[in-house]
């Protein structure tokens, strides 16, 4: 059966990366989301975990854990054999398909897997959702209320 990894900075979780886990886990098996330990992140990585774990919580075959350095190598620690993408835009394909090519060549027995942001999640994004709820937007249908609530605390507002 396929084991799945779900990569990205989640920085912070929106309803768009929690829709990409959901189905998902309803493809594989087992799907393992891999926050990734980036630098000047909004969240620490121990925050940012803890926040897709409880917007996963109804998802029994769905793990978070933290990763740093590459993906492949995460994944066959996990003993994944797909790499889980999102895709909203020309834009993310030209990037995606450059990374699945250097993933492949690294690791070949890891498929890469894109699913199609579904259209309410077309423009939501990690690095949107950070820059309007600086500025005092409420992103409460955007993302989990309990990420709402932690940008709220994390900007003052």
Same mark, same amino acid.
């Given at each position: 059966?396929?084991?799945?990894?779900?990569?990205? /900075?989640?920085? +912070?979780?929106?309803?768009?990366?929690?829709?990409?886990?959901? /189905? %998902?886990?309803?493809?594989?098996? /087992?799907?393992?989301?891999?926050? *990734?330990?980036?630098?000047? +992140?909004?969240?620490?990585?121990?925050?940012?975990?803890?926040?897709?774990?409880?917007?996963?919580?109804?998802? +029994?075959?769905? =793990?978070?854990? +933290?990763?740093?350095? $590459?993906?492949?190598?995460?994944?066959?620690?996990?003993?994944?054999?797909? $790499?889980? /993408?999102?895709?909203?835009?020309?834009?993310? *394909?030209? =990037?995606?398909?450059?990374?699945?090519?250097?993933?492949?060549?690294?690791? #070949? !027995?890891?498929?890469?897997? *894109?699913?199609?942001?579904?259209?309410?999640?077309?423009?939501? %994004? !990690?690095?949107?959702?950070?820059?309007?709820?600086?500025?005092? *937007?409420?992103?409460?249908?955007?993302? #989990? #209320?309990?990420?709402?609530?932690?940008?709220?605390?994390?900007?003052?507002?």
């Amino acid at each position: 059966m396929a084991v799945a990894v779900y990569p990205g /900075r989640f920085d +912070p979780v929106t309803y768009g990366h929690l829709d990409i886990a959901t /189905r %998902s886990a309803g493809l594989f098996e /087992r799907v393992v989301v891999a926050v *990734y330990d980036l630098p000047d +992140p909004l969240f620490p990585i121990e925050e940012r975990v803890a926040m897709f774990q409880e917007a996963a919580r109804n998802l +029994p075959n769905v =793990t978070v854990k +933290p990763f740093g350095g $590459l993906v492949v190598d995460f994944a066959r620690q996990e003993k994944a054999n797909v $790499l889980v /993408r999102g895709i909203r835009a020309v834009t993310d *394909y030209e =990037t995606e398909f450059d990374m699945a090519l250097m993933n492949k060549k690294m690791a #070949p !027995g890891v498929e890469s897997v *894109y699913l199609m942001a579904s259209l309410e999640h077309l423009f939501v %994004s !990690g690095r949107r959702i950070r820059e309007v709820a600086s500025l005092g *937007y409420d992103v409460g249908e955007l993302v #989990p #209320p309990h990420v709402a609530e932690a940008l709220r605390r994390r900007f003052h507002r």
